[in-house]
């Protein structure tokens, strides 16, 4: 009895630990959306400060913080010239530079992408609230205990 306890008592501390560690990735990532320079949603032109390739247009679609270099970057999706979005393999990462300069995309968009933009738009914004308004824990509880459940049952 007296080891069962122990084990139930080691288990809650993990989760604890990972549901600390899980609301600080949260606000890490909410803290990236809120001081990065482009958006989710935002659509961008990105060229190469000395080079001749074309300019690249492009949707962000997230914004991540890389801890081991210590910088933004955007997810993004490709962007054809009318404003389409790639269909095979546009997603990329694009990471601000002194080597390439990253501007705002002034140019209409087909209704498709405006459509995509404004979902990426309103996921971001639901995230932020959601870590700055939220305050409960129970569902990070849920979220962390399913992901150890999947992980036990799937390696």
């Known amino acids: 009895a007296l080891n069962n306890l122990k084990w139930?008592?080691?288990q809650a501390a993990w989760?604890?630990?990972?549901v600390g560690e899980q609301v600080l990735r949260d606000l890490k990532h909410a803290?990236?959306?809120?001081?990065?320079?482009?958006?989710?949603?935002?659509?961008?032109e990105v060229t190469?400060?000395?080079g001749t390739r074309p300019i690249e247009r492009f949707l962000v679609v997230d914004v991540s913080h890389s801890a081991r270099t210590r910088s933004i970057h955007y997810d993004v999706w490709q962007l054809t010239k009318a404003g389409k979005?790639?269909?095979r393999g546009g997603q990329s990462t694009v990471c601000p530079s002194r080597y390439i300069?990253?501007?705002p995309l002034k140019m209409r968009l087909p209704e498709e992408t405006e459509r995509v933009a404004d979902n990426c738009r309103a996921t971001a914004k639901a995230f932020i609230e959601g870590c700055r308004d939220k305050g409960d824990l129970a569902t990070l509880?849920?979220?962390?205990r399913?992901?150890?459940e999947r992980n036990r049952l799937y390696g």
Do not use: T
Request: proline share 3%.
């Open 8 to 10: 139930m008592r080691l």
């Open 15 to 18: 989760e604890l630990q990972a």
């Open 31 to 44: 803290q990236v959306l809120h001081y990065s320079d482009f958006f989710p949603g935002d659509c961008i």
């Open 48 to 50: 190469l400060v000395e």
């Open 85 to 87: 979005l790639f269909e």
């Open 101 to 103: 300069s990253i501007r």
């Open 141 to 144: 509880v849920k979220e962390v």
């Open 146 to 148: 399913a992901r150890r």
